[in-house]
């Protein structure tokens, strides 16, 4: 399980730092994709095999899971963490995410997303003013 938050930078040659915590879990391999809200996810090598698994029950006929399916699986990358405890996001992925300088990691459950920190302290911001409605209208999710 992936929790917390953690603000490192992303260098000039595109590596950033994977917390410790976060590196335990991921191993020395894993998949970084885009992901939705304008941010990126790593996945452990068999949460992604579980992320491909569920891509692969969609629909092949509707075009929205087509899409979907296309903009996941597109843009992963498979990245090797260094001896400095750092991860290379590959370009094409840094321009997605619009990761400049500072960022945030931040675990999600099963996964962990990159964010531009601009990016994500206007999402947290928005997130925080409605959060008792966001709770509210996902009770049923809970039961």
């Known amino acids: 399980m992936f ?11 595109g590596r950033i730092i994977v917390p410790a915590k976060f590196r335990e879990e991921l191993g020395d391999t894993m998949i970084v994709t885009r992901w939705l809200d304008g941010c990126l996810a ?3 090598l068999e ?3 579980q992320v491909y698994e569920n891509l692969k029950r969609l629909p092949s006929t509707k075009r929205e899971a087509r899409m979907y399916t296309h ?3 597109s843009k992963a990358a498979e990245c090797d963490i260094d001896n400095q405890g750092r991860i290379r996001i590959p370009s094409h992925l840094s321009q997605e995410a619009a990761l400049t300088k500072n960022c945030v990691l931040v675990g999600v459950s099963d996964h962990v997303e990159i964010w531009d920190k601009e990016r994500w302290d206007t999402y947290y911001a928005t997130a925080s003013e409605n959060f008792e409605e966001i709770a509210e209208s996902l009770t049923e999710f809970f039961e």
């Open 3 to 13: 929790i917390g938050e953690y603000q490192h930078n992303i260098d000039g040659k």
């Open 42 to 44: 790593i996945y452990t």
């Open 47 to 49: 949460q992604w095999q």
């Open 71 to 73: 903009m996941i699986m």
